[in-house]
């Protein structure tokens, strides 16, 4: 595995082995990997000549200072974890080299990208600026990489959004590869951020996969109306005195609009606070109900129209 740190050297060996021919996988990360990141690297490798992955804790993405400070990292070990994974690139620039910075330091960006309808709601919302911080990092990475597949996984469903939107209006040779987020068997979805809690409060976070799958199966006994499914979640949610729900809402699969019945597939998204670690999960019904046809079994399409 090749460690590159200089922004054009990057750009010259992935373009240099586009002009081999290979085609390019890409997997953008923040370090501290777990075994969701592994995930997207095994796909890139079963689908592409070669799999280049980045390691840069994005500054301009983080809207609470002491996150950044805060943000697990170990590059020793994620080089190590990709090695053995066989990325055959991986890229670790330093902040200076991807950012202008100021004499203290501090990143001072001139050009910023905004997708107005994904920053006013949810994340976006709640976290001022973080979106508009992702989507200029992932525009530098992918002027970098050029031409490839990127992986990203669905637990950061509004991102991927965003990223799929950038691509698609930016006119940017990128195919956005959405993937399945990773859990652990009692269904915490993997998180960078876990590493912050402790045992009691890991088990503690599982209810927020346990009552968005409860409030699924109620689509399954015919229940669709969304607040009732909302209604569900929340009071399960607010049994646990440590857990500060932020928000819990239900879109249209693939989309941030919020209907009104579950009629068709949906994808309920939630963000929680447990101390001071805030945690993002979502759950799509197809995800439970496995495909349109048990959607349709399920007595959800006898509610369309
Ligand atoms: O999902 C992440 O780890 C980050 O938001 C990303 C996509 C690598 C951009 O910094």
Redesign the pocket.
Known sequence: MQIVEAPDEFQRVIESMRLKDKSVGFV???GYLHDGHMALVKRSRQENDITAASI?V?PT?FNVSGDLTNYPRDLGRDLDLLENCGADFVFVPSVESIYETDTQNSVVHRVNISVSNINSVFEGAHRPGHFDG?AL??LKLFNLVGRCRAYFGLK?YQ?VLLIIQLVKELFIPVEVVRCQTVRQSDGLAMSSRNARLNDHQLSLATVLYRSMFDALRLIESGTVRIDALKERITSQISKIEEINLEYVDVVTEGTLETPEFAEGPVRILIAAKLGDVRLIDNLGSEEIFGNEKAMQSAGVAGLKG
Do not use: A, G, L, S
């Open positions: 953008p990360t923040m840069f994005n993405q992702v990092i992932i950061d991102q």
